[in-house]
Each structure stands twice: as C-alpha cells, then as structure tokens.
T-cell receptor, first 109, second 114 residues
Framework: AQRVTQPEKLLSVFKGAPVELKCNYSYSGSPELFWYVQYSRQRLQLLLRHISRESIKGFTADLNKGETSFHLKKPFAQEEDSAMYYC???????????FGQGTRLTINP | EPEVTQTPSHQVTQMGQEVILRCVPISNHLYFYWYRQILGQKVEFLVSFYNNEISEKSEIFDDQFSVERPDGSNFTLKIRSTKLEDSAMYFCATWEGISGNTIYFGEGSWLTVV
C-alpha cells in the first residue's frame, strides 16, 4: 500500500532555530518523493523533489531508503517559512500523488 | 510562472444539487487531475485524465462524480447530487507529461454543501 505519514500536525520553532519536518513513507518499489508547501491563502507549490537534490529557500531533504524517510530540514528558520507543508510520493511515471496529513509550521519571532 | 485557474473559488450549494467545478489547465499540459481536501484532513487523489479519458480514479470517485474536457480548454469536475460529506476544497492539477517536470496546482475551489 502507498502511504505517507507526517507525525507532527503542528510544529512551532523560533526564528533562527533549526527546523525538521518528518516524513515517512510506505511503498513497494522506488517512489518519487516530494515536499509541497502551501502559504496562507495560496495554492500548493512544489518545494523540492528528491531526484533533483537541490536546496530551495534553504530547505533540503534526503531520501533515506533504509528508514523510508524523507525529512525536510532547514538550519535557520525564517518567519516567512510559516506555512503548511505536505510530503507526497508518486510511483514512477504514474504521477498520481499520495499526500501526508501535512504539518503546519509556525516560526515565532 | 504558468498558472492553473479554477472557478469558482467558493460555492455553497444545497444537498442534492449538481455542482460543476471548472479548471483551465496550463496550455501545453496533457495530464489533468482532481484532488480533494476535506477540512482538517489530507489532500486525496480523485481522478486523473489523459487523452480525453480517465486514466486512473480512486474509490472516492464513485458514480456521483464525472470529469470531462468539453471544449478543449476547461477541465470540469461534476458532482451529480451533492452530499454533506462532499464539502471540501477541490484542487485541479495539471502536468506537461514530461518526466521530471512539475505538477502545477490551482488555488482550489471550496465547496460547502448545506
């Protein structure tokens, strides 16, 4: 079964502190993993995907196949990072996205 | 940046009424999707559409739901006889069809069934 688990519904950190949003997945095969972000009253936007291995807005995520995890990290949080973050997976070529529950990240000044 | 456009942004309808949600895909995109998010729950896949037919659908997408692209531009989701539990945010998404390219989401249509 395809499943994405984000164990934290809410996460609150202070500005300048490190951030880690957890994501674990279940998939038989080689999925493609994504992080989407939704700022207040805006659309879902792709933040990053594991195959590109790039850093967007200071965020990085490493796919750990042994632990079936794809945690999102940022060393120094900024107030504009406050948003809803969704981890998602898809199978190769299928492009149907399976989303986690989402984590609401709040950065306190 | 290209955008997927959805209308209406918010609709209130009475139970049992038919609702049509509209999506204008990005012009060169070939794959179209509907997702839904009930308040406080996760974003769930409903249906994917390619080459004028449904390519995949979830168990949520029962006979009450249908999709079509009648005029080659709008991609629509119809709910035939709405139920209270259909109240949700409905997201349209589109994809160019090239592996590695991004799926783009619309801003969503918030449906409230009363």
């Amino acid at each position: 079964a395809q499943r994405v688990t984000q164990p934290e519904k809410l996460l609150s950190v202070f500005k300048g502190a490190p951030v880690e949003l957890k994501c674990n997945y279940s998939y038989s095969g080689s999925p493609e993993l994504f992080w989407y972000v939704q700022y207040s009253r805006q659309r879902l936007q792709l933040l990053l995907r594991h195959i590109s291995r790039e850093s967007i807005k200071g965020f990085t995520a490493d796919l750990n196949k042994g632990e079936t995890s794809f945690h999102l990290k940022k060393p120094f949080a900024q107030e504009e990072d406050s948003a809803m973050y969704y981890c998602a997976l898809s199978g190769p070529g299928a492009q149907k996205l399976v989303f986690g529950q989402g984590t609401r990240l709040t950065i306190n000044p | 940046e290209p955008e997927v456009t959805q209308t209406p942004s918010h609709q209130v309808t009475q139970m049992g009424q038919e609702v049509i949600l509209r999506c204008v895909p990005i012009s060169n995109h070939l794959y179209f999707y509907w997702y839904r998010q009930i308040l406080g729950q996760k974003v769930e896949f409903l249906v994917s559409f390619y080459n004028n037919e449904i390519s995949e659908k979830s168990e949520i997408f029962d006979d009450q739901f249908s999709v079509e692209r009648p005029d080659g531009s709008n991609f629509t989701l119809k709910i035939r006889s709405t139920k209270l539990e259909d109240s949700a945010m409905y997201f349209c998404a589109t994809w160019e069809g090239i592996s590695g390219n991004t799926i783009y989401f619309g801003e969503g249509s918030w449906l409230t069934v009363v």
